[in-house]
C-alpha cells in the first residue's frame, strides 16, 4: 500500500518567504536499484546486511546478458535507494510485484517500438544527441544524475544534466500555456501543501514508443492520452522523493508508480555538449551489419 505523499513530509526543510518549501540546490538520484523488479526477487526491499549480495547478483546477470550497454550495466551508484528507511529492489512500487502491467494494447505498443540497428530511425534520440532526460518522467541514467532546482519568488527551474533545456514553472500564474502534440506534452503544475505537483499529457504521437531508462534498460509505453504526474514531496533538508506514475486505462492494467529519493549534493552540473552520436551514426550502422 502507496503512502500518501503527504505521510513523508517533516516541517524541518526550509521554507521561502512565501512560506513554501525551498527547494532550491543541486540534487543526485544516484542509485543501484534497478527499474524493475529482478526476476526471482520477491521482496520490495532488502535489509542493509542483505544489500551487498543482491547488488552483487543483479550486477552479476546484467553482465551476463547477451546485450548490454556499458554505460548502465556499470552505473555510477553507491547503492539501493532508500525510502522511508527501506532499501528497495525496484524502481517500481506500484504494481506491486514490481513488474508493469500492460494491456494488451500496451504490450503491443511496447513491442512496436524501435529498437534495432537495421537503420538510422531505429536508433534512439538520446544516442544522437537530439533530446534526452530533461522530460517527464526522469529517470536514472548513467553520467545523467544530477538536478539543479532553482527557486525565486516567480519561478521553479528544474534542470537535469543531458541535453534537454530546463523545465521552467511560473508560481504567480503567468505562465502561457504549452500546446499539446509537443515531444515534452502539455504541463500543468501546483502546490498541494508542501508537495509540489507537476501534471503532464499531450505528447507528440510520433514519441509514444520512448524508451525510459533506470540501471540497466527499462521501458514502458505511452501515448498522446497518458497522464504522469510527479511529486516532489520535501522529506528532510537533505532529501526529496520524487515520485511518478503514468496513468492510462488503455496501455496499463494497472498504473506504473515509481519512487526514488534526491538526495542534496555539493556537486555542480557540467554542461552536456555532445554531436559523436550523429558523427558516428554511419559506423554504428556499419559496425552492427558487418557483426550481424
Known amino acids: 500500500m502507496l503512502l500518501a505523499p503527504a505521510a513523508f513530509a517533516q516541517t524541518a526543510f526550509p521554507r521561502t518567504p512565501a512560506g513554501t518549501p525551498d527547494?532550491?540546490?543541486v540534487w543526485t538520484m544516484r542509485t543501484l536499484t534497478p527499474f524493475f523488479r529482478p526476476k526471482g526477487v520477491t521482496a520490495p526491499s532488502v535489509s542493509a546486511s542483505e544489500e551487498p549480495a543482491f547488488i552483487a547478483n543483479m550486477m552479476g546477470e546484467r553482465l551476463s546478458a547477451e546485450r548490454f550497454d556499458p554505460g548502465t550495466s556499470e552505473p555510477d551508484g553507491l547503492g539501493l535507494a532508500v525510502v522511508n528507511g527501506e532499501h528497495r529492489t525496484s524502481a517500481v512500487v506500484s504494481p506491486a510485484n514490481g513488474q508493469l502491467a500492460l494491456t494488451a494494447a500496451g504490450k503491443a505498443r511496447l513491442r512496436a517500438r524501435p529498437d534495432g540497428y537495421d537503420?538510422?530511425?531505429?536508433?534512439?534520440?538520446?544516442?544522437?544527441c537530439i533530446a534526452d532526460a530533461g522530460r517527464a518522467?526522469?529517470?536514472?541514467?548513467?553520467?545523467?544524475?544530477?538536478?539543479?532546482?532553482v527557486q525565486t519568488p516567480g519561478f521553479l527551474v528544474i534542470h537535469k544534466e543531458g541535453m534537454d533545456p530546463p523545465r521552467i514553472f511560473s508560481l504567480t500564474g503567468n505562465e502561457r500555456p504549452v500546446p499539446g502534440g509537443s515531444w515534452t506534452g502539455a504541463s500543468t503544475h501546483r502546490w498541494e501543501g508542501?508537495?509540489?505537483?507537476?501534471?503532464t499529457t499531450g505528447f507528440r504521437a510520433e514519441d509514444t514508443n520512448r524508451?525510459?531508462?533506470?540501471?540497466?534498460?527499462?521501458g514502458f509505453p505511452i501515448a498522446p492520452a497518458t497522464r504522469i504526474t510527479e511529486w516532489l514531496i520535501p522529506v528532510s533538508p537533505d532529501v526529496i522523493l520524487y515520485r511518478y506514475k503514468v496513468d492510462?486505462?488503455?496501455?496499463?492494467?494497472?498504473?506504473?508508480?515509481?519512487?526514488?529519493?534526491?538526495?542534496?549534493?555539493?556537486?555542480?552540473?557540467?554542461?552536456?555538449?555532445?554531436?559523436?552520436g550523429n558523427k558516428s551514426l554511419v559506423n554504428t550502422l556499419q559496425g552492427a551489419r558487418k557483426g550481424g
Do not use: K, Q
Open 248 to 276: 492510462d486505462p488503455v496501455l496499463y492494467a494497472e498504473p506504473l508508480v515509481v519512487e526514488l529519493p534526491l538526495l542534496r549534493s555539493s556537486e555542480r552540473l557540467f554542461e552536456s555538449a555532445c554531436h559523436e
Open 194 to 199: 508542501d508537495t509540489f505537483v507537476i501534471e
Open 23 to 25: 527547494l532550491e540546490g
Open 211 to 218: 524508451r525510459i531508462s533506470g540501471p540497466g534498460s527499462a
Open 119 to 128: 537503420g538510422p530511425e531505429g536508433r534512439p534520440v538520446n544516442e544522437r
Open 137 to 149: 518522467p526522469y529517470r536514472v541514467m548513467s553520467g545523467e544524475m544530477y538536478f539543479e532546482i
